[in-house]
């Protein structure tokens, strides 16, 4: 029975050897199969990848240029919106002493038909800065803005309130929101 009992473990060792072999062999080529890697996979595989890259940096680039369109418009738009700045600067003093010639007394006709052309160029000089979008400031009982008024003096004045303009010395203008020149201005104390 011993004997018997011996080659019974002897078969089983032998099964087990023969099992453990074929697992492994199975085993083995599965990994190789596995392993096998088809190069047209992998090629499709670096083409997506590349198209997502690709599709990334499209977006990125559409995004910039739609950034910069946007700068562009808002650019053009503050170039068109003060665009007569440097000419009005230019023009205003013509306005002040088109406006300090008419501050002349007149007496004789001459004078008063002088006066006259006078006023009509400056009625035509203050339209043409109105329809560009440029106004006067600083009058007389308006309240003090050290944005667009440059205080001179402090008087003391019956006539308007405190921090309020009491006398314009010089007008000022501005062009839509931006001061071309500040007003000078006598300030009620």
Known sequence: MKEQQKETE????????????????????????EAEVDP???E????????????????????EIQNIQQRHARELQTVRKYDGQKLAGAVL?????????????????VTQQIKTGVEMTLGTLVQALRDN???ATGEVGETFDP????AIQSVASDDVASDQIATVLQKGYMIQDRVLRPAMVAVAK
Request: aromatic share 0%; net charge negative.
């Open 93 to 109: 003093p013509a306005v002040d002493n088109l406006e300090r010639a008419l501050q002349v007394e007149s007496e004789d006709a």
């Open 40 to 42: 047209q996979q992998v």
């Open 10 to 33: 002897q078969n089983i060792e032998e099964i087990n050897d023969e099992t453990v072999t074929e697992q492994i062999e199975t085993d083995v080529d599965t990994l190789e199969k």
């Open 133 to 135: 979008g440029i106004s």
């Open 147 to 150: 944005t667009k008024h440059q």
């Open 44 to 63: 499709i595989e670096q083409l997506q990848s590349d198209v997502k890259e690709l599709e990334d940096k499209l977006l990125r680039a559409q995004a």
